[in-house]
């Protein structure tokens, strides 16, 4: 069966940097990975995606210039590096999979994605 494992979630000031994981195991049909989060009294937002074969990845606005998507496939992990964090970016973070035919992997819907992690937890705070 299908599992994705996230680690890495904390507690940081604005400003520091924190790198999430995310292992998976028993999917060897997905090619697309995403990284969302969810803040209390909002949608999932899509954060970073990343073509697995295509290495090609995408990033919301609100990140851009301060996350980096990335994978190790000899590890099967993805990591979300995240730097100059700030308290917008406190919700719990989550890892998903699906397979696409297209060349890209999107953000949005997160229903797209099949596949889901248990989430990890990012608070940002002085």
């Known amino acids: 069966r299908v599992e994705l494992v996230e680690s890495g979630g904390g507690s940081e000031q604005p400003g520091g940097s924190l790198r999430l994981s995310c292992t998976i195991s028993?999917?060897?049909?997905?090619?697309?990975v995403g990284w969302f989060r969810q803040a209390p009294g909002k949608e999932r937002e899509g954060v970073a995606s990343?073509?697995?074969?295509?290495?090609?990845?995408r990033y919301a606005n609100s990140v851009k210039g301060r996350f980096t998507i990335s994978q190790d496939n000899a590890k099967r992990t993805s990591y979300l590096q995240m730097g100059n964090l700030e308290p917008g970016d406190t919700a719990m973070y989550y890892c998903?999979?699906?397979?696409?035919?297209?060349?890209?992997?999107?953000?949005?819907?997160?229903?797209?994605?099949?596949?889901w992690g248990q989430g990890t937890q990012v608070t940002v705070s002085s």
């Open positions: 998903a999979t699906y397979y696409t035919s297209g060349r890209l992997c999107p953000l949005a819907p997160a229903g797209t994605y099949i596949n």
């Open positions: 028993g999917d060897t049909h997905s090619n697309c």
């Open positions: 990343l073509s697995r074969t295509l290495s090609i990845t």
